[in-house]
């Protein structure tokens, strides 16, 4: 079977995927944001950012690499320390990993906010829906009762007692400019996304060039194994990690992989 040798769109649920398939992952990944499609909670642009993603992961060798890790550990010991983390879910992350986001916001006492690019009431409620399906408590984003300084009407839109007042936000697969006005705000921004060169990555305190699906959860093993680590270990995580180093490598890395 070569890379490119692919499954059939008849798969119904992912459990039909062969695990030892090569392209096992991005399989899966391509399966989950259909059913998203089909359940009201991803937009159709969100195939095409997973196409762009999956692209980017390709190259990368479809793996955790190095400067990732490292992004992932100062990620945990960002939201561990922080006053108030929120953890911001869109259409493509509630697809692809929900329970893994609850886990996440377990493991670090963070809320989960949904906060869409393509914003109706229609894909929040699903979204709020589909995540507490798969275990959480309180969903956030529902209320926008507050607005992102610098932005357009709907994107701004947040909770007041979430996003707005977070002090650490997580924001994958984020749109730019919304990246860009978060960090105006002063937050401390996290960013998942596997293109190194895309303006939120560029902005974020934390940019992890990984794959949501492995990302997420490598965050929460980290936090877990930090639980009981102080504030100063924490900190030293934090200042320990080297932002532009991380980005350069996975644009290394990219750039002249060796597939
Ligand atoms: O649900 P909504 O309405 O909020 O819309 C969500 C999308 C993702 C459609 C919207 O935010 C959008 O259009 O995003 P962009 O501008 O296409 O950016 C998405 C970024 O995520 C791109 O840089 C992709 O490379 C990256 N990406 C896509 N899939 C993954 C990913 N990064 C990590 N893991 C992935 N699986």
Do not use: C
Request: hydrophobic share 40%; no cysteine.
């Amino acid at each position: 079977m070569s890379d490119y040798d692919t499954v059939s769109a008849e798969v119904e649920h992912e459990e039909e995927i062969p695990e030892d398939h090569p392209r096992y992952q991005d399989l899966i990944t391509r399966h989950r944001i259909e059913k998203g499609v089909e359940k009201g909670i991803t937009h159709l642009q969100g195939m095409h950012a997973e196409g762009r993603g999956s692209a980017f992961d390709y190259l990368l060798g479809e793996e955790t690499i190095p400067s990732a890790n490292d992004a992932e550990r100062a990620a945990a010991a960002q939201l561990l320390l922080a006053d108030h983390p929120v953890l911001s879910i869109n259409g493509n992350v509630a697809a692809l990993v929900p329970a893994e986001m609850v886990a996440l916001a377990d493991a670090t006492g963070a809320d989960l906010e949904v906060n869409l690019f393509n914003r109706t009431p229609e894909r929040l409620t699903a979204i709020a829906e589909h995540l507490r399906e798969h275990g959480a408590d309180d969903v956030k984003g529902l209320e926008a009762d507050a607005r992102i300084p610098n932005l357009d009407h709907k994107r701004s839109k947040v909770d007041a007692e979430g996003i707005y007042e977070a002090d650490v936000v997580l924001v994958p697969l984020e749109d730019g400019d919304r990246a860009e006005a978060l960090d105006e705000m002063g937050k401390t921004e996290i960013v998942i996304d596997l293109n190194p060169l895309s303006r939120s990555p560029q902005v974020a305190d934390v940019p992890i060039v990984d794959n949501i699906i492995r990302a997420v959860p490598a965050i929460t093993e980290h936090a877990r194994e930090l639980a009981d680590a102080d504030d100063d270990e924490l900190q030293a995580i934090i200042d320990d990690f080297d932002r532009e180093r991380a980005l350069e490598a996975a644009e290394e890395r990219i750039r002249s992989g060796d597939l």
